[in-house]
């Protein structure tokens, strides 16, 4: 069901759909639909970023925000990981775990954001917590239920055999979740690119989202835009790369 499509043909469409909306919006910019502040056209926001790259403005935010989203995406995940294997197996520890997990992560993020500061103060420390915050108990979860539908008859055939749990949970569970859980951990990581700039909008000095935050100052619509384009591509980028690692990994997993 849905068909198949050649890679070269995966991504022609993909250039395709892109190029459309330029198109649109190149054509909104030549019909003057909008006014150039509200809705600068492409090649002004390109010859934007381009002045902001040159200064070397657009590499420093860059970098402070990929560090971290890098430094409370690990965090988050080293701890998630084992302890969503966990209460995938065991039901004393789901039972001990998953209603806390479940009760906070519907707690939403932004409220976090000023008690943070109040906590811990305003320096990279607080953006590490709220990317933590809003990826990790969205992972546990997330894994929990990947290990969940590990077919429960490979693990009687590991009882059959007479495999202790450690066996059965690194040579059975383990392999057969592997898969489901770094799709979990690509898709979790694109929720941390939303959480830094979140936490970039409120009390930062650096980063792409501070940058966000002090373009409406001076009606620099072109940065925002220009900022909201880099933050489209780094999240692609790094959603591609976790695919095409996940293929690499885990040849054996029907993708």
Do not use: C, H
């Given at each position: 069901?849905?068909?198949?499509?050649?890679?070269?043909?995966?991504?022609?469409?993909?250039?395709?759909?892109f190029?459309?909306?330029?198109?649109?919006w190149?054509?909104?910019?030549?019909?003057?639909?909008?006014?150039?502040?509200?809705?600068?056209?492409p090649?002004?926001?390109?010859?934007?970023?381009?002045?902001?790259a040159?200064?070397?403005?657009?590499?420093?935010?860059?970098?402070?925000?990929?560090?971290?989203?890098?430094?409370?995406?690990?965090?988050?995940?080293?701890?998630?990981?084992?302890?969503?294997?966990?209460?995938?197996?065991?039901?004393?520890?789901?039972?001990?775990?998953e209603?806390?997990?479940?009760?906070?992560r519907?707690?939403?993020?932004?409220?976090?954001?000023?008690?943070?500061?109040?906590?811990?103060?305003?320096?990279?420390?607080?953006?590490?917590?709220?990317?933590?915050?809003?990826?990790?108990?969205?992972?546990?979860l997330?894994?929990?239920?990947?290990?969940?539908?590990?077919?429960?008859?490979?693990?009687?055939?590991?009882?059959?055999?007479?495999?202790?749990?450690?066996?059965?949970?690194?040579?059975?569970?383990?392999?057969?979740?592997?898969?489901?859980?770094?799709?979990?951990?690509?898709?979790?990581?694109?929720?941390?690119?939303?959480?830094?700039?979140l936490?970039?909008?409120?009390?930062?000095?650096?980063?792409?989202?501070?940058?966000?935050?002090?373009?409406?100052?001076?009606?620099?619509?072109?940065?925002?835009?220009?900022?909201?384009?880099?933050?489209?591509?780094?999240?692609?980028?790094?959603?591609?790369?976790?695919?095409?690692?996940?293929?690499?990994?885990?040849?054996?997993?029907?993708?």
């Open positions: 069901m849905g068909g198949t499509i050649t890679v070269r043909g995966y991504v022609g469409t993909a250039v395709l759909a190029a459309a909306l330029i198109a649109v190149l054509l909104i910019r030549a019909l003057n639909l909008a006014p150039v502040l509200f809705l600068p056209g090649i002004e926001v390109l010859d934007r970023l381009g002045r902001l040159a200064d070397g403005t657009l590499w420093s935010d860059i970098s402070v925000s990929v560090w971290r989203i890098i430094v409370g995406f690990v965090l988050a995940t080293v701890i998630a990981v084992p302890m969503g294997i966990l209460i995938g197996t065991y039901r004393f520890a789901e039972a001990l775990i209603p806390f997990i479940d009760f906070v519907y707690m939403p993020v932004v409220g976090f954001v000023p008690l943070t500061i109040v906590w811990i103060g305003i320096d990279d420390t607080q953006k590490f917590a709220i990317v933590f915050i809003g990826t990790f108990f969205q992972e546990v997330l894994i929990m239920d990947n290990v969940k539908r590990v077919p429960l008859d490979l693990v009687n055939i590991g009882r059959t055999l007479g495999m202790r749990d450690g066996a059965i949970l690194a040579r059975i569970v383990a392999p057969s979740a592997a898969p489901g859980i770094w799709d979990t951990l690509r898709i979790s990581l694109g929720w941390a690119w939303t959480w830094v700039v936490a970039e909008l409120v009390a930062a000095t650096s980063g792409l989202g501070y940058r966000i935050n002090l373009a409406p100052r001076y009606f620099e619509t072109d940065i925002i835009i220009g900022y909201l384009i880099v933050l489209g591509i780094l999240g692609l980028v790094t959603d591609q790369t976790m695919k095409a690692l996940g293929r690499l990994f885990f040849r054996w997993a029907d993708r």
